[in-house]
């Protein structure tokens, strides 16, 4: 069965969210903010992307480049959560990646987060 790929990246200040039916296709992006303010909001996410798309979703959890703070209440959430039928997430160490042209402009500079969705997230 195919399956969405996402990837979640906090920083200090937002949280980036990329979903990709595939290694081409973008069909999500979103800047939140750093802490989700209900602690099932990660995983309502999840499942909210894989119901509308009808599939699973494999998300990466990845920290940026400065390292991800294990305090923040998205991290507590995740590394709590087995997934389910619907969505699992582990957690992935944030990379330099090529770069690859952006269909969905706006929201910043999204292309790390793509790379590391496309190499670790679909493996």
């Given amino acids: 069965m195919e399956s969405i790929w996402m990837g979640i990246a906090p920083t200090s200040t937002t949280t980036r969210v990329l979903a990709m039916a595939g290694p081409s296709d973008t069909i999500l992006k979103a800047q939140l903010a750093r802490d989700p303010k209900h602690p099932r909001a990660l ?3 999840l499942e909210a992307v894989a119901l509308w798309q009808g599939q699973p979703v494999r998300a990466a959890l ?3 480049a ?6 923040s209440n998205l991290c507590r959430e995740a590394f709590l959560d087995d997934g389910g039928a619907l969505y699992s ?3 992935v160490p944030a990379g330099a990646h090529r770069r ?3 269909r969905l402009h706006g929201l910043g500079n999204f292309h790390d987060l793509e790379q590391l969705v496309i190499s670790e997230v679909a493996r």
């Fill in 89 to 91: 997430i582990v957690w």
């Fill in 62 to 64: 990845c920290a940026d």
């Fill in 66 to 71: 400065q390292g991800l703070s294990c305090d």
């Fill in 100 to 102: 690859r042209r952006d």
């Fill in 43 to 45: 995983a309502t996410l």
